[in-house]
């Protein structure tokens, strides 16, 4: 008997793995004809079909009947907590305002910061349940969710804590952030530098003593925050032990990436204005460029991020939702794949890639989730597709067979 074998409680068999795992040649990670196997919520086990001995098998055996299994989806980037909703100025901007625009006449974030803390806890989570429910109805296992619409202590925390009962209540591995740094509160206006204090002084401390967010964000750019304040911020942020994540250049060059990487960030994200500069301070840095093409189409912009000077450098990619109310109240990553892929240019292989084994690292969880790996988490799906690149270039049909979290399956 393979000695490896009783190392499982639940064995996967006739299942074709795109293991996401850089280990293995073939696109995807592909291994044909294999048997996964899991014990205490963790992939146990990866091995050939054929040298499995099942005359003396203790473990529940699971026929994977030749179906494509892939690791759980990892959305790295949500704003998915939040009051309201902002049809209206979707419509002003369908007539000609732009973004920028709305946001200096008070409107944009402000306007969700105004609904946001109109409301309680358990409002919150509420009125944001639909949201997440339609992540995973999609197959994510691990999301990133935002605070940054309370912009003053009690509603930031309560945007935390928020998300921490959320997500209590679903088969998912949340990953808290916290992005105070979204906009100027207007108790604040014209004293940007005192809603810097307390962010780095208050704040930041505050919630890494909680323990309510695992790491830092930040809005650089002109109508949000300048490189220097950012840069107080990485400098809070690490001394608290916390990760770094960065929203920059988006709407313009603020050189916010090369800041963020000196930080060692987990994540730069948006980098429709990176320029030479920018990719040259991301490679080799291990931060991962997080690409969001719904925010790019949401808000109909042109400029697309340096996709094939990031590919040059190397540099991992990500792809998260965005999910907001602003500019990608878009409830769907597989969506995001696709758009990677139409819009960006990412092959199907990377746009899977950005949502698991890159989505992975720009959560600081790399070593955790992402791939199908031997001491990883074993949140894994299975797919009835013919080709896991079917993954980016289909939407909206639910080929989704099993959704496996922590080793349990979820629904068939
Ligand atoms: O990632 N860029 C800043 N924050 C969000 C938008 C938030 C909003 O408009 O409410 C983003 O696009
Ligand atoms: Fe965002």
Redesign the pocket.
Known sequence: MDSSFCKAEKIWINARLATMDPAHDEPFGMLDRYAIGVQNGRISLIVPQDTLCFSENPAEIIDASGLIMTPGLIDS?T?LI?GGQ?AAEFSQRLTGST?ADISRAGG??LS?VRATRALSEAELVEQSRPRLEALLAEGVTTVEIKS??GLRIEDELKMLRAARTLAADYPVRLRSTLLAA?ALPPEYSGRADDYIELICHELIPQVAQEGLAEAVDV?C?PI?FSLAQCEQIFDAAQAAGLGIKA?VE?LSNSQGAALAARFDAWSV??LEYLDEIGIAALKDSGTVATL?PG?FYFLGETRKPPVEGLRKAQVPLAVAS?L?????PLASLRLMMNMAAVLFGLTPEEALQGTTCHAAAALGLGEDVGMLKVGMAADMLLWKIDDPAQLTSEFGVNRLQQRIFAGEVQNA
């Not at 907001?324 to 990608?328: E, V, Y």
Request: proline content about 4%.
């Open positions: 980037h704003h939040y902002r973004y944009g974030i969700t940054g619409y979204h809005f750019e949000a929203h988006q994200d948006h969001l925010a965005d907001n109310p602003g500019s990608s």
